[in-house]
């Protein structure tokens, strides 16, 4: 028995250019697009609050990644290229390893491609790329 799956027509949009994205925050140094200063502000000096609140919100700069992570993302050497190559399939390889979520089958018995419903709130899960010596990973 086949069932056939609800697929929906939409047309191809046309590219959308909004322009650079290379108009500073001037409290944070976050680049925007100029399309999102704040209208009420003058165009000559234009300020952002999707950054940081026009300076309310100070966040700590990042720490420097682990020496051989730097080197795959700085280095032109082939592991590094590989890696880059590579780059977006681990993403997608990875991104739902690591969540908390109370999810749903919604009682779907059919045989077939195996899916879920996620019900409330979705948490990733972060913690330190290697486990403390001694501890599960």
Request: with cysteine.
């Amino acid at each position: 028995m086949s069932m056939a799956a609800f697929a929906t027509v939409r047309p191809i949009a046309d590219q959308l250019d909004i322009g650079p994205m290379n108009t500073a925050c001037d409290y944070c140094k976050a680049l925007h697009w100029i399309d999102e200063w704040i209208g009420s502000m003058w165009a000559e000096q234009p300020c952002f609050e999707s950054c940081c609140k026009q300076g309310d919100v100070v966040l700590p700069l990042f720490r420097p990644p682990p020496q051989y992570l730097q080197t795959l993302l700085q280095s032109q050497k082939h592991f590094a290229c590989a890696f880059w190559d590579q780059l977006c399939l681990y993403n997608a390889a990875l991104a739902f390893t690591s969540i908390n979520c109370t999810a749903t089958d919604c009682g779907a018995t059919l045989a077939g491609i195996n899916c879920f419903q996620i019900h409330g709130k979705l948490y990733h899960l972060t913690g330190p790329i290697k486990a403390p010596s001694g501890a599960a990973p």
